[in-house]
């Protein structure tokens, strides 16, 4: 049993009802009780989809667990194709009906509908959301495209000359982080190198869609979590290249563009050449300078945790000093990357290590998701959301993709303006005493007075715990105040352990600084 | 589903049909009600023993992100708990354990069981009862269900108060007569209540609390009234403890807290010329506040999607009060006896129905097509997409809307999308 209080991904069949969803005319039966219903909310609220999903619950009840369940799903899947016309199906269970051990692909197979029926198991006490639409979206693949795919070790026939290559793009589904802008983005960028967009899945395909994926050059992995196992599958069976560079950032968009080159076998210049993103010059303007070396704490999803690190150390001059993921499946790149910046990851879902990592580092910037958003906030310090879990801010009504060079753009101000403006932050500095820019006060941009307060409690918590090390004098104190409140933590911290090391029992003003050369940066 | 609709007569009271539908519903579970008992009983904790997917419904219920550290949280039942590598019992202890240590703040924790839980017949209540006694210095232990096999939404609370009952101390004074009134209430509503029936020399208690020490007693001399229309087992374990259900309407509108209060004063025999000197202000009040929504509403039709169980009586408030035209008024349970006197005051033209078969009463509510639909939120958005205009049901259970001060709001709640809808241009 873990002792969960918040959750970065649902179950899995929310993950399988996030792919149908995405598709165009493929109906999913579930069996669940009713209450998993409230999922369609986070489609229709969270999303604001016109429709409702496509899935019908079989909402069984206690009084029918004596009697038969699986007459209740059979009824429910009839029903539904009767009603629904879909051209394929999806049928499984979730938590509650697993245990039932009622055989949804059993009682779908008898009942024999005119359609594809994809059955999928989904281990709700092992697995989570991204896996479960990961391994929806391979098995709906190998059932649909499976019965096109040519006999084992027949070569790919070569393009016709004059041709354009085709790939396919491969993940983005409903409730995805910013898919809908990123496919615009992306198929913008392959049009510019004379690729053409076959298929984009799960999002805006039709089941006849999926079933000539084999039928493109190659696959974009746009987001691993839920597309790698079908691309590996598609590699497999229709020798299908798949260009796995995730272009979010501008050199990971510069890389993808060159990956794209080489397995389409086109040339690359034209997309290179364009002017691409503002974001490499507005990086290197003088004004950009007091971004360097900010501390930065990054957590989410693997793929945009990995490009956000990249961004933060390349393009940005950030010092990464935190990172993890809610990932396990892709725990083992996260950790890579990590010990790359000299660092551990940070692996979990349990949003309170999270808090206490962020709270212990003090970073003056947190990347992360909506949860370390609220972390942030209650810490004081600025915060810019890069990955799901999503939330109805994560759907702006204006294009807002993460990928491409517009999506390095948009990255650039989304990390950029939540953080105090360079002079500023100097302003602030020097006159600690300032009227009006007293202890608490807010960037004048921000000017959420709530915000400085939670800054300024947080700081209050960690001053005022038990003092057993060194004492401190009250002009050291005094001068300690005068160090801006976002920091002054992490410096009583630091002072604290220098003194302790070298056995000063009294902190004196002399001591403040000399702890300030040991550790300046 | 293939489910029969049949029309049946009404076992009790009136002899209205009922249609009964069986088939898929839209509704939440009972675990969605912790979302705002765990903000009233101010030092309860909430433990689900249940899956992901009951976490993941409580956080997507609730529709927000975590402020504060929020006293609810799941103990996720994994792989190896099943298969049984793991003892269930020793692993709930150890859970408890470290919640506690966290939280040294709780004084009442209730283990809530799930769809999950029920299924494995994981016996909850006999877990209670041994951290219970284990515990009972620092923190009491009680278990209810709010499985979605077993309850629907606001049956949560139903179980939960269910459980809180059990726990009431027993009334000293054997022949003092005291009122309780029962359901979750907004602090301020609760107030408002309190100042009305003290004011006509009532002495009032609530359930539940705000502190869990604070549980009222109870006893033969208790004599309670229902605040909301979802407490069947609440009500049937109140009287098995010696409490006399007052019958009423359910306190919505100037009509119906009127004769909710009307009830209790009856019973209290207090004299109509007091009972009229407390209440008449506020009904003037609540009384000007409807007016004020009446050339919005009269005359409008509105259709309700089950949800709360709150339907039937805000249906009779809006059409007796607001003169609004209900088509059908769907809730997920029918308790004929409690609502009686809300059936009573409802035009027998009106459909009312029970249970649901969500895609039928969408070919129904197309058909109809009203002028509103109460609905959940699943739904909302895809009618408002077809065109029709929707109240999210949720609402009314999260906003104070019981009594006089807060009937205008009620009626507000319902006017505001039609009002919306009037003024865009896009």
Not at chain 2, 132 to 148: C, H, I, N, P, T
Not at chain 2, 290 to 309: N, T, V, W, Y
Not at chain 2, 332 to 348: G, I, M, N, T, W
């Amino acid at each position: 049993m873990q002792l969960t209080v918040w959750t970065y991904e649902g179950p899995p069949h929310v993950g399988a009802m996030r792919v149908c969803t995405g598709l165009e005319d493929v109906h999913y039966v579930l069996h669940a009780p009713q209450g998993d219903t409230y999922a369609d909310l986070l489609f229709t609220m969270i999303e604001r989809r016109d429709r409702r999903p496509p899935v019908t619950y079989t909402t069984f009840q206690a009084r029918d667990l004596g009697r038969d369940t699986a007459d209740i799903f059979r009824a429910a899947l009839l029903d539904a194709y009767d009603r629904f016309k879909p051209a394929a199906m999806v049928v499984g269970a979730s938590c509650t009906a697993e245990l039932l051990q009622d055989d949804p692909a059993g009682l779908a197979a008898a009942a024999a509908l005119p359609i594809p029926v994809c059955p999928v198991e989904l281990p709700s006490y092992s697995k989570k959301e991204n896996w479960g639409a990961a391994e929806t979206f391979y098995r709906l693949v190998r059932t649909l495209a499976g019965p096109h795919a040519p006999a084992p070790g027949t070569p790919r026939p070569a393009r016709a000359a004059g041709v354009r290559p085709s790939c396919n793009i491969l993940g983005p589904t409903a409730l995805g982080f910013r898919h809908r802008d990123d496919v615009i983005e992306v198929t913008r960028l392959l049009d510019l190198l004379g690729v053409d967009v076959a298929v984009t899945a799960p999002s805006g395909a039709s089941a006849a869609d999926l079933a000539r994926l084999g039928a493109a050059d190659f696959n974009v992995v746009l987001y691993p979590e839920i597309a790698g196992s079908a691309a590996q599958w598609l590699e497999r069976t229709f020798g299908q290249p798949a260009v796995r560079t995730v272009p979010i950032g501008v050199g990971a968009t510069r890389d993808f563009i060159a990956e794209v080159a080489r397995v389409a076998g086109v040339d690359a210049s034209a997309a290179l050449a364009e002017a691409g993103s503002r974001l490499p010059w507005y990086s290197r303007s003088v004004d950009s300078t007091y971004l360097t070396g900010k501390r930065v704490f990054i957590f989410g999803d693997a793929t945009h945790v990995l490009a956000a690190a990249r961004i933060a150390e390349e393009e940005l001059g950030f010092s990464v000093c935190g990172i993890g993921t809610y990932s396990r499946e892709f725990a083992r790149d996260v950790r890579a990357c990590a010990e790359r910046l000299g660092l551990e990851a940070l692996i979990t879902d349990d949003y309170l290590e999270v808090e206490a990592a962020i709270a212990a580092l003090r970073p003056e910037l947190v990347l992360g998701t909506q949860m370390e958003r609220h972390v942030a906030k209650r810490l004081g310090v600025p915060c810019s959301v890069i990955s799901a879990p999503v939330h109805v801010q994560d759907f702006p009504a204006r294009h807002s993709p993460q990928c491409g060079f517009e999506g390095a753009n948009v990255i650039f101000d989304a990390w950029v303006h939540p953080l105090m403006m360079g002079l500023e932050e100097h302003l602030l500095g020097m006159f600690r005493d300032d009227f009006e820019f007293k202890n608490g006060a807010a960037p004048s941009h921000l000017g959420h007075a709530p915000e400085a307060q939670g800054a300024r409690a947080a700081e209050t918590a960690e001053t005022a715990a038990p003092q057993t090390g060194p004492s401190w004098s009250e002009d050291a104190e005094k001068e300690l105040r005068k160090i801006p409140f976002f920091v002054r933590g992490k410096a009583r911290r630091n002072t604290e352990a220098f003194a302790s090391e070298r056995s000063i029992p009294v902190i004196t003003v002399e001591a403040l600084y000399d702890a300030k050369a040991h550790f300046g940066r | 589903m293939n489910a029969p609709v049949f029309p049946v007569g009404n076992e009790k009271g009136c002899d209205r049909p009922i249609l009964q539908e069986r088939g898929q519903r839209e509704v939440f579970c009972g675990l969605t009600s912790i979302v705002w008992l765990h903000r009233k009983i101010q030092d309860a904790f909430f433990l689900v023993i249940g899956s992901r997917t009951c976490a993941h419904l409580i956080q997507s219920a609730a529709g927000v992100m975590i402020f504060a550290e929020p006293r609810f949280a799941t103990a996720v039942i994994e792989e190896r708990d099943l298969a049984g590598r793991a003892d269930l019992h020793d692993e709930l202890d150890s859970v408890v354990g470290r919640l506690l240590e966290r939280r040294p703040d709780i004084k009442l924790l209730f283990l809530v069981g799930s769809c999950p839980s029920e299924v494995i017949k994981l016996d909850l209540g006999r877990a209670a009862s041994r951290l219970d006694a284990k515990l009972r210095e620092r923190v009491r232990v009680l278990a209810y269900s709010g499985s979605g096999i077993e309850t629907t939404f606001t049956q949560g609370e139903d179980a939960c108060l269910s459980a809180l009952v059990a726990e009431m101390p027993r009334m000293a004074d054997e022949k003092g007569a005291r009122l309780l009134v029962v359901g979750s209430l907004a602090d301020v509503v609760e107030d408002r209540f309190r100042v009305l029936l003290e004011g006509m020399g009532i002495p009032v208690d609530f359930l539940p609390p705000r502190l869990s020490r604070d549980l009222p007693p109870v006893g033969p001399g208790t004599r309670f009234l229902l605040a909301q229309p979802f407490l069947g087992e609440t009500a049937r374990a109140l009287e098995e403890r010696g409490a006399k259900h007052l019958p009423a309407p359910f306190p919505f509108g100037e009509e119906g807290t009127t004769a909710w209060l009307g009830a209790a004063a009856r019973s209290f025999d207090v004299p109509q010329a007091r009972f009229e000197d407390v209440t008449a202000p506020a009904r003037a009040r609540a009384r000007a506040g409807i007016a004020r929504h009446r050339a919005a509403l009269e005359g409008k039709s509105i259709f309700f999607f089950p949800d709360s169980q709150l339907e039937v009586p805000l249906a009779r408030f809006l059409s007796r009060e607001l003169g609004m035209k209900p088509v059908e008024v769907g809730t997920p349970y029918l308790h004929r006896k409690h609502l009686a006197d809300d059936l009573d005051l409802l035009a027998s033209d009106i459909l009312v129905s029970e249970g649901q078969d969500v895609d039928r009463q969408l070919d129904r509510c197309r058909s109809a097509a009203p002028d509103l639909v109460v609905c959940g939120l699943g739904l909302a958005n895809p009618l408002e997409a077809e065109g029709l205009t929707t109240k999210w049901s949720i609402e009314l259970v999260f906003s104070p809307v019981h009594g006089y001060e807060h009937a205008g709001d009620l009626a507000e709640l319902f006017a505001r999308p039609l009002g919306r809808r009037g003024r865009l241009r896009v």
